[in-house]
């Protein structure tokens, strides 16, 4: 099993369409987590961090759920310019450092 | 931009060279990790250096090495390569004590035939 999963996609919307992108995690003791955004053969980019109590930024929210190891992202209003790959990281902190791990990220083409 | 610079940006080299990319991190970022992005999937681990050292490697054979210089660039390197080598190179880096905060470079893609 991934340590984190997301949905394949890819997912095709028509702008102004709400879409939300869910993502799992296997380690309980997982203590951050993000939501980045990688455009076509660019780096990832960080969107958001992820809290506990829910966090908003503009058009975006992400909820964590502890207890289930779910983490989502909701996009509201989508527009041309969030066509991209949005990436589910979870921060890991074992064997004394620290390192994000990556979900397979989840497509996104937003369509006139 | 996130101050954090790599070349080159694209290289083709043949199954079994061996190849050296770069990372130039910001001005007090004495972590870096590094990162291979296979087409269709996400970032995966490679290893960590902190402060010049190793400090922790993912699941890559250590044909894949690194350095950490005092000046915050650092290298990855990679011997005998293989087809499956082909993937997107990313470097990361952070302040001290800001780990969850790293800042990306653009990338080296890479090409073995």
């Known amino acids: 099993r991934k340590e984190v999963e997301q949905d394949p996609g890819p997912f095709n919307v028509p702008e102004g369409a709400t879409v939300a992108f869910n993502c799992t995690y296997s380690n309980s003791a997982s203590q951050s987590f993000f939501w980045y955004r990688q455009d076509c053969r660019k780096e990832p980019k960080l969107l958001m961090s992820?809290?506990?109590s829910g966090n908003e930024d503009g058009r975006f929210t992400a909820q964590l759920n502890r207890a289930s190891q779910y983490i989502s992202l909701l996009i509201r209003d989508s527009k041309l310019s969030d066509s991209a790959t949005y990436l589910c990281v979870v921060n890991s902190f074992s064997g004394g450092y620290n390192k994000l791990i990556f979900g397979a990220g989840t497509r996104l083409a937003v369509h006139p | 931009e996130t101050g954090v610079t790599q070349s080159p940006t694209h290289l083709i080299k043949t199954r079994g060279q061996q190849v050296t990319l770069r990372c130039s991190s910001q001005?007090?970022?004495?972590?870096v990790s590094w990162y291979q992005q296979a087409l269709g999937q996400g970032p995966q681990f490679i290893f960590q250096y902190y402060r010049e050292e190793e400090n922790g490697r993912g699941n890559f054979p250590p044909r894949f090495s690194g350095l950490q210089f005092p000046n915050y660039s650092s290298e990855l390197n990679v011997n005998a390569l293989e087809l499956d080598d082909s993937a997107l190179y990313l470097c990361?880096?952070?302040?001290?004590?800001?780990?969850?905060?790293?800042?990306f470079g653009p990338g080296t893609r890479l090409t073995v035939l």
């Open positions: 992820v809290y506990s």
């Open positions: 001005s007090g970022h004495n972590t």
């Open positions: 990361a880096s952070s302040f001290p004590g800001r780990f969850v905060e790293q800042f």
